[in-house]
T-cell receptor, first 112, second 114 residues
Framework: DTEVTQTPKHLVMGMTNKKSLKCEQH?????MYWYKQKAKKPPELMFV???????INESVPSRFSPECPNSSLLNLHLHALQPEDSALYLC???????????FGEGSRLTVL | DAKTTQPNSMESNEEEPVHLPCNHS???????IHWYRQLPSQGPEYVIH???SNVNNRMASLAIAEDRKSSTLILHRATLRDAAVYYC???????????????FGTGTSLTVIP
């Protein structure tokens, strides 16, 4: 199984809502990532988890709260988002010592 | 951030080779060079990666300059399915236990002409 599965594929939320994006992989990868991608721009790294611990936070606002409950799951909790947070959110995983990134298809978020 | 520079767009005729260039003058000795491509409405897909030597796989070849400040992704025979945005990325391992930093460049949008 070489898939990274992201749910939901589409999410529309208001600025006062609380929602979560979910990501799952069963490749035994111990590094997992969240990226944000705006239209016609490259993905921007948000967070890196290794061994279920947050190892890199690229100065992301606290309205984005990542969580890694176990080695297969990665969540991104969303609260009090702004319309400019509307984007494609991509989850990825990799082995810790290099190797390729495996991406999910992304969750397209619209904040109204 | 490890920076890469790529042309915004390129065109190729179908069934002809394509050479996609990337400059990474700030590369450090332990940075790996990765290439990914992204089709519309999909997540990026791994293409190839290397450290110092040229690399070949079923999808493409990667030619790395001797000083490692630039690289070229080679698609040997472009097909319509190769039309995508191609990203050149430097992958930096910060520590064995902290995962890797993959920073995307601006990417090259490849158009394949039938």
């Amino acid at each position: 199984d070489t898939e990274v599965t992201q749910t939901p594929k589409h999410l529309v939320m208001g600025m006062t809502n609380k929602k979560s994006l979910k990501c799952e992989q069963h490749m035994g990868h111990r590094a997992m990532y969240w990226y944000k991608q705006k239209a016609k721009k490259p993905p921007e790294l948000m967070f890196v988890y290794s061994y279920e611990k947050l190892s890199i936070n690229e100065s992301v606002p606290s309205r984005f709260s990542p969580e890694c409950p176990n080695s297969s799951l990665l969540n991104l909790h969303l609260h009090a988002l702004q319309p400019e947070d509307s984007a494609l959110y991509l989850c990825a995983s990799s082995q810790l010592m290099g190797g390729e990134l495996f991406f999910g298809e992304g969750s397209r978020l619209t904040v109204l | 951030d490890a920076k890469t520079t790529q042309p915004n767009s390129m065109e190729s005729n179908e069934e002809e080779p394509v050479h996609l260039p990337c400059n990474h003058s700030t590369i450090s000795g332990t940075d790996y060079i990765h290439w990914y491509r992204q089709l519309p409405s999909q997540g990026p897909e791994y293409v190839i990666h290397g450290l110092t030597s040229n690399v070949n796989n079923r999808m493409a070849s990667l030619a790395i300059a001797e000083d490692r400040k630039s690289s070229t992704l080679i698609l040997h025979r472009a097909t319509l399915r190769d039309a995508a945005v191609y990203y050149c990325i430097l992958m930096r391992m910060i520590h064995t236990n902290t995962g890797n930093q993959f920073y995307f460049g601006t990417g090259t949008s490849l158009t394949v002409i039938p």
